[in-house]
């Protein structure tokens, strides 16, 4: 199965998370609010609120490195929620880009896969002071919650499909020999039965002999023969 980590997000999900960024801007009434994914060094903004005064547009990259003062970067390190109330006050923060573009606030919580690995953050920017009291962070970590409920289900489909997928390999009319028992597949070769099975499904081979064949096989053996007598191998 493919990782979860490499697995695409489907439209509608993209779609569910623009719009929980939309909504958690217009309640903690900010001027924007995103939503990112972890690729590699860098979050991928993956949903952004609507409004026009944005610091981040959808598809760009943000530095998840100590030295980018990033506060979504600062959220991955972590793996914690993090609130900045002023930027400007503080010694590590007021050099960074987002202040630099007036953005002097910011709230922000982790989003995690199912497996607990960190999946992205959710954050929340503003221009003016800001502490995020009252709703606005317990509303930021429920959506949190939800999207990795989104994951979960992403996973689980896509386990479905390629559960489907074999299925389907294996329906129709399948060509095979009267004689030698081999499979014809679709390029015209022929190949041995668990081969064939084993290139289109789980399942793997082990053999042995069922009792007829090992009869017409070993049955003029004499050593065959005494095991083959009562009591023997019991």
Not at 1 to 6: A, C, G, Q
């Amino acid at each position: 199965m493919t990782p979860l980590k490499k697995l695409p997000i489907p439209d509608i999900a993209l779609l569910k998370w623009r719009n929980i960024a939309d909504l958690l801007a217009e309640v903690a009434e900010v001027p924007a609010a995103s939503i990112n994914m972890l690729e590699g060094d860098h979050l991928r903004v993956i949903g952004v609120s609507k409004g026009p005064d944005r610091p981040v547009a959808e598809g760009a990259l943000i530095n998840t490195g100590e030295e980018s003062r990033s506060y979504c970067g600062a959220v991955i390190q972590a793996r914690e929620r993090l609130i900045v109330q002023d930027a400007r006050r503080s010694a590590f923060w007021k050099n960074g880009e987002m202040v630099k573009a007036g953005f002097i606030s910011y709230a922000g919580v982790p989003i995690f896969h199912p497996d607990g690995d960190i999946f992205g953050s959710i954050c929340l920017f503003d221009r003016k002071t800001n502490d995020f009291q009252g709703p606005v962070l317990r509303l930021m970590e429920e959506f949190a919650d939800i999207i990795t409920g989104h994951l979960s289900l992403i996973a689980k489909n896509a386990q479905l499909e390629e559960t489907l997928k074999e299925v389907r390999t294996l329906q129709g009319l399948i060509p095979i020999c009267a004689n030698c028992k081999k499979i014809r597949d679709d390029k015209g070769f022929w190949q041995k039965v668990e081969v064939y099975l084993e290139q289109r499904s789980a399942a793997r081979f082990t053999h042995g002999l069922c009792d007829a064949c090992a009869d017409k096989l070993y049955g003029k053996e004499s050593w065959y023969k005494d095991v083959k007598k009562p009591g023997k191998g019991e």
